[in-house]
Every structure is written in C-alpha cells, then in structure tokens.
C-alpha cells in the first residue's frame, strides 16, 4: 500500500511547484516509508509514497509507460487480486511487461481500456493517471472504498490526496469548517457522509466513482453499483457458492513478497480467514500461518457483558490457536497506552474518531509491524451477511434514521444555541438519510418489509461498512502496514446481496449461510459462537482519565471546543452513570467513549488549527 498525491492545472505552469509537490508527499511518508518519487510536467504533478509488498524492486512509482508517442504516469496506492488474469489477457493484446508489479498491469489495463478497465479490476485501489495523449489526469476509486482519496478545487487547479494532510500540504488550501463540517462531526461523527471531506471544500471520490479533469473541467461518474435482482439458487448452490467466494478470496489476498498474517479475535469472520490460510500455508509453504490477536490490560477483571459483546475473545483465540497451530501474540494495551494515543489517531484519520476503538489499534498495528507488513482481517462480513444486531431489531425497521444511532437529541444538546442553530444537526442528519434511502438498488415486486430490510443493508454498506474501512486503513497505514479485507470482495458482495433473508439467517442464526459453508472449515463451537465486535477497554480506569482531561478542557478558556459545545450540558453528561445500553455510536461508543470523542474533537482544532466560518 501506499500514499498518492498531486495536482493539475491547464492555466498555470505547474513544472516548477517541486518544494510544493515534496511537502505533499512528505506528508503521506507513514503510508509509504519504503520509496518516494515525483513527477512533473507543464499541466501536472504527481507523487507517490511507497509501501513495497510486490515486486520491491520493479514497482518503483510514479511508473511511466508509453503507447506510441505517447506517455501515461499512474500514482497507484492499491492491491490487485487478479494481477496474473490481467496480466495474460494483456500480453495477448500485445502488452509488454517488464516487471511483476500489479501496478504495471493496471495502468496496461488502463491504457487499454480507459475507465473501462475499473470493471475488470478485483481488488483495493485508489490511483491516478496522467495521460499526455488527452491532456487529462483520471483519478477512480475501489467499489467499496477501502483507499481513500481526497480532493479540492482552488480556481484552475484540482489537487488530490491518498489523505486530508497531503491537500492541506498545499499552500492554497485551508483549514477550515463551516456548517456542514459541524453537522459531520457533532451529528454524525465518527461516522461521515460519502463524498464530504468535513474540511471545507475538501471532498471524497466515492467509493466505486471515477474523475477526469481536462481543460474542459472536472466531471465525475459512478461505474459499479449493486443490482437487486431475484435469488434463483438452491440452498445446496448458494451455500456452495458463498464458500467458493469466501475461500477463493482469502487466497488471491494470501499472495505477497513481505511478511503477512492474520488479526484473529476467535470471532467466525476472522476464524475462517485464519483457517483457510492457514490450510494454504501448510499446502504450499509447509509453514504456519502468524496470527495476533488484541486485549485490553484488566479486561478479564473488568468485562461487562451486554447485548453488543455477549463474552470476551480470550479463550475463543486460543481454541482457535490450537486448533490451527498458528504461531501467536496476543498484543495488550492498558489505558495509559490508549489514552496517550488518543492524538495520534486524530492525526492518522485528520478528523476526530472512535477514541479508544481508534487509539488501540493504532498501538496494536505499529506492533505487528515490528514483525510483519501484512495482514488479513474479517470486515465487512457484518455488512454484507447481516450480522449486526440492528438488522434484527424492529426499532430499525420502524425509525426513519440510521440503525446505530436512532436518534440526534443527545447529540444536537451538546452544541450550544448558536452552534445549534448553524449546524441544524437535526435537519442535516434526516437530510444525509433520506438521500441514501433514496439510492436503494430497488428490487420490483419486493414487499414492504423486505424492501426495508434492504435499505438497512444499503446504509450500513454505504456507512458503516466505509467508515470501518478509514478506520482499517488509516491506523493501519499510519503504522506503515497494510491490511486486507477479503469480505470485501466485490464478487461476494454482489451474490449476497440478492441471498434472500431467511437463506442468510439459516437455522435462525445472523450469518446462517456463512456458518453453514463454513463446516468442516471451523470447529463447530466457533461457527456457533455469537458475534462479538473489536474489543474495548472496560477498565474504569479508562472512563476516570477521560473525564479528568475533558474536565480540563472544559475549564481551560483558550479550549477551542468550547466555541461550539455546551459546558454545562457536558459536565451533566458526565455526572451521569456510564449507560453501555444507550451507545453514542453503533455497538462500541458508549459513554466513556463520548468523552474521549469529544477530547479527540477538540486535538483536531487545535492541532490542525481549524477556523469556523
């Protein structure tokens, strides 16, 4: 993996803008602390910060090939999983390559077929081309959007990003929010609306879109969406083709020139990937497969149990360990570790996220790059199987709003009057819903509830699922490790939309189908096991630390949040009792969370020193 960033202009000579270029660049090192290179022309300048996990030696960007008289440089943060397809449809149209690099395969790819070629690509990407034959600079997205990828536009010249630091590099673009960005942070914050960067006039490529910018201008389209269509297989073929999927997947990700492994919770998403690569491992390498796992210091004292995480990972890990004999770490963080990197992850993200959820993998990640550059991890198969509890829940079915938080009153009484009535959290947050509502790949004929059941799984998959993805990514490659999501594949993807609900809840369990391709695979008391999300600290100690620093911001007057919240409102909030029934966000950030939220809130405007206009 690694970094991407640049700009174009068709009014000003952009040939000589090295030291602006560098600073870009230089500000995605963490993405790629193993290559960097820049290149410049008249209209266009392209940087690229490289992380080398295939082909260190011949996938040194940006990477020039030519078509005739004509020159192509493609920036390509990205992993391919059909490289060797590709590859050999390619040569038999007359391509030459010269290294074994996918990043050579996709611009081939694109040289030959344009923005068509985003339809044949499997994998995780988010890259540009500069095309000296068009004057044109094409920029496009993976479907999901598990790479990221910011721009701007300040007058003639567009500016991009694998991250908001790299546009913020740029002289030209400034740290500001206005509205929007407050209703992003306080309405639906860590979450955020696909395509709004929060910074003002900063957006995201959306997942599955692609641009062009030429001296005409910018224009922007999607080239891949689901297709709601009628589910025709038996249960005998569905289950059989779910496996095939889930196992060819986990091994297209398997192949890399570095040290990879697994991140295993014992949970049946992370347990399949393990196992199957494990079984590949031993096939083909005779080696074990490496696997870690993560745990809070005093979690065995302290773990609650409640709807969200009915048991602890502990010894689900290590039924797990010995059933696969993988050579294992469990990696733990106590609450000093976690709260010390509360900064850190805003940085990683450059906005405000989960706290803790956020902080702790940013630690866990920067270890397991001591050993590995690698790894595997099981996102994503909530979204697409339905394995969340609100996609059982009636309350979901029957509130107009986002499934993991039902509501914006408590949220809205953290503002103050002023802020409330600017932002309109109420308002903008109804208005972010009905939008994806509206996008629902519709099925015809399709009953009410069904067709319910339907926007519920559009929202989480356009939501939840990317906002668990930036979070992968952006603690992971601030770690300098990339890590891979073979729930993610789009193939997967695209047959389990249509599986009907009661295949997918199979003996009246959430992931049915998935647990029923998964026999013989995994131990059955692991594909029985309840689902339990990423663990959190329930250590008191971590929700004493947070009040203590929240409760200094409060009272330090140069505290740039207190322009925006309530005072008052917050310090009730923490007189209160911890309610883990009532979350801020989805199933991990309750109240504890809230406040280290709202201490990440205010790092973020300070450090990047943030005016509100």
Known sequence: MCGIAGFADFENNVSKEHEILNA????????GPDASGIWLCKEAAIAHKRLAVIDPVGGVQPMIRSMGRHKYIITYNGELYNTKELKYELEHLGHVFTTESDTEVVLAAYIQWKEGCLSRLNGIFAFGVWSEKDKSLFLARDRFGVKPLFYTQVGSCLIFGSEIKALLAHPSVDAAVDNVGIAEVFGLGPCRT??????KDIYELKPAHYMRFNAKG?????????????????????AEKVRYLVRDSITRQLVSDVPLCTLLSGGLDSSAITAIAA??????????????SFEFKDDDRFFRKNIFQPDSD??????????????HRTLVADTDIIINALEDSVCARDLPGMADIDSSLLYYCKQIKKRHTVAL???????????????????????????????????????????????????????RYFETIEKTPRLSGENGHEARRREIFYLN?????????????????????????????????????????????LGGREKGILRLTLKGILPDDVIER??????????????????????????????PILEIVDKNQIERLMEQPSDISSPFFGQLMSAPQLFGYLIQVNMWLKKYKISIR
């Open 218 to 238: 910018l224009s922007i389209k999607r080239y891949w969406e689901f297709v709601s269509e009628e589910h025709t297989d038996s249960l005998a073929n569905t």
């Open 194 to 199: 696909p395509g709004v960067g929060v910074f």
């Open 461 to 505: 998959i356009t939501w939840f699922m990317t906002q668990l993805l930036e979070r992968k990514d952006r603690m992971s490659m601030a770690s300098g490790l990339e890590i891979r999501v073979p729930f993610c594949d789009h193939r997967l993807a695209e047959y389990v939309w249509n599986i009907p609900w009661n295949m997918k809840t």
């Open 377 to 431: 991890s099981g996102e994503c198969a909530d979204e697409i199987f339905g394995g969340y509890p609100w996609f059982h829940s009636q309350k979901a079915f029957e509130t107009p709003m986002f499934p993991w938080q039902y509501s914006t009153d408590e949220r809205s009484k953290i503002l103050n009057s002023d802020m409330a009535f600017y932002a309109d959290i109420d308002g903008y947050v109804a208005r």
């Open 314 to 327: 502990k010894k689900w890990v290590e039924r797990m360990c010995a059933d696969i004999s993988s050579r």
């Open 279 to 292: 079984g590949q491992y031993a096939f083909e390498r005779g080696e074990r497969i490496d696997t870690y």
């Open 24 to 31: 870009m660049n230089e500000a995605l090192a963490h993405r």
């Open 530 to 559: 309840k689902k339990s999300p990423y663990p959190k600290t329930h250590n008191p100690s971590y929700e004493a630390k947070v009040k203590e620093i929240l409760t200094e911001i409060l009272n330090d007057s140069t505290s």
